[in-house]
């Protein structure tokens, strides 16, 4: 049989399948070693290898030793390319149930999963969509013909052809927050789809658009049930993040509250100012919340968040028990906790905020490369 013949394509959405399922996969990524540092594909039951492209070209002989017997082999580089030639070289040595990456890394960081997390008590359901390779979630309510989708990310055209399968029209795209790690797709959704767009105000000081004020006493409703969406004041990782209770069932809590951590509070270079704010958002006004309220997160950071299907949320009162950054008693504990256990800033996030103000327009490439990494946008402990 041919090389072509025997070289498989794994697509992202295969890829995401078999590491929800938590299924065995050995990966040998031949990006440098500065990006494979930075960002990687992670799982329960992934083994991965990185031996950079340069190093292979001369075959992969030596690198046969590194690499298990038996095992389902996945070659990944940025693009594609790369690793369908190492992929090949891998099957010339003898090696079997050899795949590459369809789309490389590119594909990986772009693709969105959709789950649905439950059922509304007023009717009508609420779904996630997990963009597992860079952390980031996004939710579409969906009641009585109509759809709310909140925190959207910039691959609109997916969340157009859900509310369409769904047989729902998009009439709310709402932001929780000023985004700095990824590029919004609220504004392009609205227009595509004819919606409102809702955004905190004093985190548009600085836009170039037209937008609805998102602000507490401002319900906004979803389908002929009237599921109700709640705007909830919760500043702290920006000046205006606003987190959403639906249905009185749910707590999007944007990026101030994560399954394992807790938002962090510097994006916009005023840590000092904004710490005060993060702490009285925890443990005061999130306290003052329904306890049986389920926590749904614009992000997670480690695989260990995501639950039963890729599910990614927790019970608000189960947070308040096993979470690090909502017990720490201290309040100058808390500020050092804040300060010092920051990680590196997301890539290029000051473009990603200016871009999401409309300031700048770049193209879909220079989105595409504006994004590239984790979304770094929690504090870790």
């Keep these: 049989m041919s090389i072509a013949a025997e070289l498989k394509a794994m697509t992202a959405r295969e890829l995401t399948q078999l590491v929800l399922a938590k299924e065995e996969l050995f990966i040998l990524d031949v990006r440098n070693e500065s990006d494979f540092n930075d960002w990687k594909i992670e799982g329960e039951r992934v083994e991965i290898l990185n031996i950079p492209y340069f190093d292979l070209l001369d075959g ?54 959709p789950v649905k997390i439950g059922d509304l008590k007023n009717g009508g359901s609420l779904y996630q969509f997990v963009r597992i390779g860079k952390g980031c979630l996004s939710y579409m309510i969906v009641s009585g013909g109509e759809a709310a989708v909140v925190d959207t990310l910039r691959m609109t055209d997916e969340f157009m052809d859900f509310a369409e399968e769904k047989g729902a029209l998009i009439k709310h795209t709402i932001d929780t927050h000023l985004h700095a790690d990824h590029i919004s797709g609220g504004r392009k959704l ?47 990782h920006t000046i205006g993040s606003t987190s959403l209770i639906i249905d009185n069932q749910y707590l999007l809590s944007g990026d101030i509250l994560f399954v394992e951590s807790i938002g962090r509070p510097d994006l916009a270079g005023k840590t000092e100012d904004w710490v005060g704010d993060l702490r009285e958002t925890l443990y005061s006004r999130y306290k003052e919340l329904s306890q049986d309220l389920i926590v749904l997160p614009a992000h997670f950071g480690k695989m260990s968040e995501l639950g039963e299907g890729g599910k990614v949320s927790a019970r608000l009162s189960d947070l308040y028990r096993d979470n690090p950054g909502l017990n ?27 871009t999401n103000m409309g300031k700048i327009t770049p193209n879909e490439e220079e989105q595409r490369g504006m994004e590239i990494g984790p979304n770094r946008c929690a504090v870790h402990h």
């Excluded at 389902?72 to 990456?101: H, N, P, T």
């Excluded at 548009?204 to 969406?229: N, P, S």
């Excluded at 201290?330 to 000051?350: G, H, I, K, S, W």
């Design 60 to 113: 992969v002989e030596a690198a046969l030793d590194s690499i298990p017997q038996g095992k389902k082999m996945l070659v990944v580089c940025a693009k594609e390319g790369s690793s369908k030639f190492v992929a090949e070289q891998m099957i010339e040595a003898g090696r079997s149930d050899v795949f590459y990456l369809e789309g490389g890394m590119k594909a990986w960081s772009e693709h969105l999963e």
């Design 328 to 354: 720490i008693g201290n309040e100058d504990l808390f500020r050092a906790a804040v300060t010092d256990n920051l990680p590196p800033q997301p890539n290029a996030y000051q473009e990603i905020r200016q």
């Design 190 to 236: 609205a227009e595509q789809a004819g919606a409102s767009y809702w955004l905190p105000p004093k985190d548009a000081e600085e836009v170039m658009f037209t937008y609805d004020k998102l602000e507490e006493g401002r319900t906004i409703t979803v389908g002929h049930t009237t599921i109700q969406i709640e705007p909830v004041y919760s500043p702290g």
